[in-house]
């Protein structure tokens, strides 16, 4: 038998001869044989005697619970008769007896005050320890005196007085659990550090009773449940979480929610992890339901934010929760992957920037796909991280899928090394940064941002597809409709959200017409300019923080902020393309260079790509021209000839109102190889 089962059953030992002697008592005190004949009844209490003391150990519950919320000998005495109401159905007959009233079969102050000994009228008052913890409630009709009102005890205490410790039900709706498992998972060193600074706090404020909230300050929710849960887990406490926007804004309602946790967090115990990462600056003030819930209850409390909030209704502190450091998610790579990541942890620390639940269940799933399928286990869990941060970004841009390589690009060759230069940064900036000591000289961040430069069609996506597809990383596009947002302050959020979902997985932020967004700062005039001045104050900070790769794009780029120019990594122009690069840009585009590898090309008349390069088009104009005419050529059921291509360009000119020259649209085909013709008609009849 085990130790819970061996105090049920003392437990229940005790409950049974307690009820007894209420029985007895109640009988007694209904006959009134004892008044009449002069004696004085047997005294009844709840608290067990010296010989159950040596036999029953632990205390019972109701024990524990009277000793927990601080009740007296006589309130003891009443919350058991209210409980025994719900475990003998005979309890009600005998209290209709004992109060001469038929209609009276349930418990009242009155009858509590006549039955036990050492009757306080004290017990009644809202703030003793029946009514202050919710542990009676009184059905008290019209006008009817308080002393003579039907007492019923609250469900959880009952349960509670049998023995059974669960989470108060009217709570549970409201608390959810933990996002991961945290049982599991060790704090990484620079987590512990900041897990003991908390317990020396409290430590220094226990002799007050009062221990102080704690603001777990950052934007990575998950390494702040885990060290909560730490902390908690230190005090044997049971962590449950609760979300601010659940918290009711009535204060009567708010006034029970915080009684109830109150009550709870002492029968079980619990410690609470408030999130309020998107409180509002209404909820948070001093009138807010957050501040008046942490005014009105005590306990363990941490509050999650994303910065520090001045008030929270009692003495706090803040602390700030970071990730791992990049060598302690190295080594938490090397431990969960075991010998299949010995290799790549720190490629996938350098990458990506992860807390450790995630990268626990990350090895996780790797192990599991791996062994369902013959990719290894290097490929599979980069491909696990790179999928596991798209969720988050999904809803916030355009993913774009790279399909392109550094063969489809036609740039000049001090453009072409600037865009290596860039991808070799993203891949080695663990090394440079970590292993060879950068970071102490950073004063303004890890990020690399890259603004592309040029007329549109020049390659700037391209290019942004090639570095993504040589990092194998996220692309996001960002949708400037969806993160510019004409209230106040919105737009930050948007954007603050935005970066914070992208951070850990690495992705590549490409911020096409970038002009519209890091334009220059005006002079203030009004509110507006003011606050649009803000946004792109807080852009320059946030970008320059970021810890991937930003690409930013413009067809301006002396629209930009000058500020913001002096804070980017690498600036590349893109040409307007030459005769030779749009030579070279007309053989890319049909799929020429493919051709041997079996790879489906259109079927083509032979072109020439002299005449089309002395056509000036930007290589997005000529990837649109031959589409169009591969269109006509499949309409036609003809190949793609000299005359469609050269109808395409012409339609595209016209599309963008540009000059068009009709000599360089006149084409004649060229005469036939008689001859060649001969030869094969010759072949084709002897055949």
Avoid at 189 to 202: D, H
Avoid at 239 to 252: D, H, T
Avoid at 400 to 406: F, G, M, R, T
Avoid at 656 to 674: G, H, K
Wanted: neutral net charge.
């Amino acid at each position: 038998m085990t130790t819970l089962d061996s105090w049920q059953e003392n437990n229940s030992r005790w409950l049974g001869a307690a009820l007894a002697e209420l029985r007895q008592r109640l009988e007694k005190f209904s006959q009134k044989s004892a008044s009449e004949n002069g004696a004085t009844p047997k005294r009844f209490s709840t608290a067990p005697s010296r010989e159950t003391k040596q036999v029953a150990e632990p205390p019972s519950a109701l024990e524990v619970l009277s000793d927990r919320l601080g009740l007296s000998p006589f309130e003891r005495n009443v919350l058991f008769l209210c409980t025994a109401m719900e475990l003998d159905t005979s309890i009600a007959g005998l209290c209709a007896r004992a109060q001469d009233d038929p209609q009276k079969n349930f418990p009242t102050f009155a009858l509590a005050l006549a039955l036990f000994d050492e009757p306080s009228w004290d017990a009644l008052s809202p703030e003793r320890p029946l009514r202050f913890w919710r542990l009676t409630e009184i059905s008290q009709l019209g006008g009817q005196p308080l002393t003579v009102s039907a007492l019923r005890a609250d469900e959880r205490i009952v349960n509670y007085v049998k023995g059974l410790n669960h989470l108060d039900e009217r709570l549970s709706s409201l608390l959810s659990p933990l996002e991961i498992s945290l049982d599991s998972v060790e704090l990484a060193p620079s987590q512990q550090k900041l897990v003991q600074i908390i317990l020396r706090r409290w430590q220094q404020s226990a002799e007050t009773g009062w221990l102080p909230a704690v603001q777990l300050v950052g934007p990575d929710s998950l390494s702040k449940q885990l060290v909560a849960y730490h902390a908690a887990a230190e005090l044997n406490r049971r962590l449950y979480r609760l979300p601010v926007e659940l918290l009711p804004a009535n204060p009567l309602e708010l006034d029970t929610l915080a009684r109830l946790w109150q009550r709870e967090s002492r029968l079980l115990p619990l410690a609470l992890h408030l999130t309020a990462e998107e409180l509002t600056d209404e909820a948070a003030g001093p009138a807010g339901p957050l501040n008046r819930f942490l005014s009105r209850t005590d306990g363990v409390f941490f509050v999650s934010v994303r910065e520090i909030l001045p008030h929270l209704g009692r003495v706090h502190i803040a602390v700030d929760i970071a990730k791992p450091t990049a060598a302690e998610q190295k080594t938490a790579w090397r431990a969960t992957l075991g010998d299949n990541g010995q290799d790549n942890a720190a490629l996938l620390a350098g990458q990506f920037n992860l807390n450790l639940p995630t990268i626990h269940e990350l090895s996780r799933l790797t192990k599991t796909e791996a062994n369902d399928s013959n990719a290894p286990p290097p490929g599979k869990i980069w491909e696990i991280c790179c999928a596991s941060e798209r969720p988050r970004l999904d809803t916030l841009a355009q993913r774009l899928v790279p399909k392109v390589s550094w063969d489809d690009l036609v740039l000049p060759a001090d453009e072409m090394n600037r865009l290596r230069e860039i991808a070799a940064q993203v891949k080695h900036r663990n090394q440079v940064y970590g292993e060879w000591g950068f970071e102490r000289k950073m004063n303004r961040g890890f990020s690399i941002s890259a603004l592309f430069a040029g007329d549109s069609g020049t390659g700037k996506t391209m290019a942004t597809e090639v570095i993504a597809n040589e990092l194998q990383l996220n692309l996001y596009r960002i949708d400037l409709s969806a993160v510019v947002n004409k209230y106040i302050g919105e737009t930050e959020k948007n954007l603050r959200r935005l970066f914070d979902a992208a951070e850990g997985g690495g992705a590549i932020l490409f911020f096409d017409e970038a002009d519209a967004l890091f334009g220059k700062r005006s002079e203030v005039k009004d509110s507006h300019d003011r606050y649009a001045n803000i946004e792109i104050n807080y852009l320059l900070q946030r970008i320059e923080s970021y810890r991937g790769l930003a690409i930013l794009a413009t067809n301006m780029k002396s629209a930009l902020d000058t500020a913001f120019m002096r804070r980017l990594r690498f600036i590349v122009n893109f040409p307007y393309p030459g005769a030779a690069d749009r030579r070279r840009l007309w053989k890319k585009v049909f799929l020429q260079q493919d051709a041997k590898q079996n790879l489906a090309v259109p079927p083509l008349e032979e072109l020439d790509y002299e005449h089309l390069a002395k056509l000036n088009l930007t290589g997005g104009h000529i990837h649109s021209a031959a589409l169009n005419a591969a269109f006509r050529a499949a309409a036609t059921g003809s190949n793609v000839t000299m005359r469609l291509v050269l109808d395409s360009v012409r339609s595209e000119l016209l599309k963008l109102d540009r000059p068009v020259n009709d000599a360089d649209f006149r084409w004649s085909e060229p005469a036939p190889d008689v001859p060649r013709l001969a030869a094969e008609i010759k072949e084709h009849v002897f055949a």
